[in-house]
């Protein structure tokens, strides 16, 4: 089954403007419009079940994590992963680990 993806709502790829930043003094640096790819459909704007339920998990533990009052960084330490991982697990990014079960006891365990 697909549906709407969780993450853009359907609605990726979108062109977004953003500030852009080559470093200083560069003369390409300015408002410049960019295609962002949702990194949970990878564009496709449909998700799957298993897609819904990564990003479900990743929201429930970073509610979970931040009401413990833990960093990004210090989940990452404990985990032992980098905190780019952590960051990709929590938006239900495809292709993202999976927490450790014993991290998800305030969360969505059945
Ligand atoms: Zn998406």
């Not at 003094?25 to 960019?34: F, K, L, M, V």
């Not at 979970?64 to 985990?79: M, N, V």
């Amino acid at each position: 089954m697909t549906f709407s993806c969780p993450a853009c709502k359907g609605k990726s790829p979108r062109i977004d403007r953003v500030f852009a930043n080559y470093g200083m003094g560069d003369p390409r640096n300015g408002p410049e419009e960019r295609e962002f790819i949702c990194a949970v459909c990878d564009g496709k704007g449909n998700a799957t079940d298993e897609d819904s339920l990564r990003v479900q998990i990743g929201r429930a533990h970073k509610i979970e994590r931040i009401s413990r009052g833990e960093t990004l960084y210090e989940c990452a330490q404990r985990y032992g992963w980098s905190s780019v991982e952590v960051c990709a697990m929590e938006m239900g990014k495809r292709g993202a680990k999976v927490p450790p079960t014993e991290a998800m006891d305030g969360g969505t365990k059945e």
